[in-house]
């Protein structure tokens, strides 16, 4: 077990650039959470999947966003036409559908800076 | 977290205990979770209580759940400098598996 990866770290991007993360789940987990985190705030939520079947969005999921998991595994998130707002860490979790606490394992995020 | 509200900062001396205290409003929570974020790091899942219990303790670590007032708190005995970080609260509902996160407390602890 390797834990939550994603890729890249940090990533500092030109406004109007187009960005993807990547987030690799802990290999049993069959449910992947992206958040995002602002400085002085806690995580926000913006999607989930359940396996390759994306179950909710946050109305913070604007047009420009969007989350794919094709296979059931990894998940990337892309974010068309960056904004200055957008400048965030970029949170990944996972989860087993068999625990019923929903225990989720955090990734070391991407920090994104837009300039 | 606009329904979770945590205190911004607490300080504690090396050895004392530290409570950090959150509130939440709603009602249908199922699980509260207590995350621990160092510098550099991601969320690091500490302990949790399901909503029918009204305390649990693991290690240096307890809980206290009211239900009624919608309060959790997480007492940390024996608080060394590695304790030193960012708390995060957060709830679970039952119609939905997101995380519902509080602001955090920055915990700092001196010798």
């Known amino acids: 077990d390797t834990g939550v990866s994603q890729d890249p770290r940090h990533k500092i991007t030109k406004r109007g650039q187009n960005v993807t993360f990547r987030c690799d789940p802990i290999s049993e987990h069959n449910r992947l959470y992206w958040y995002r985190q602002t400085l002085g705030q806690g995580p926000e939520f913006l999607t989930y999947?359940?396996?390759?079947?994306?179950?909710?969005k946050s109305r913070l999921l604007s047009d420009r966003f969007s989350a794919e998991r094709p296979k059931g595994s990894f998940s990337t998130l892309e974010i068309q036409r960056t904004e200055q707002g957008d400048s965030a860490m970029y949170l990944c979790?996972?989860?087993?559908?068999?625990?019923?606490?929903?225990?989720?394992?955090f990734g070391p995020g991407t920090r994104l800076t837009v300039l | 977290g606009e329904d979770v509200e945590q205190s911004l900062f607490l300080s504690v001396r090396e050895g004392d205990s530290s409570v950090i205290n959150c509130t939440y409003t709603?009602?249908?929570?199922?699980?509260l979770y207590w995350y621990k974020q160092e510098p550099g790091a991601g969320l690091q899942l500490l302990t949790y209580i399901f909503s029918n219990m009204d305390m649990k303790q693991d290690q240096r670590l307890t809980v206290l759940l009211n239900k009624k007032d919608k309060h959790l708190s997480l007492r940390i005995a024996d608080t060394q400098t590695g304790d030193s970080a960012i708390y995060f609260c957060a709830e679970s509902r039952d119609n939905t598996d997101k995380l519902i996160f509080g602001t955090g407390t920055r915990l700092q602890v001196f010798p």
């Open positions: 709603d009602s249908s929570s199922t699980y």
């Open positions: 979790a996972s989860s087993s559908w068999t625990k019923p606490n929903n225990e989720q394992f």
């Open positions: 999947f359940q396996n390759e079947a994306q179950l909710e």
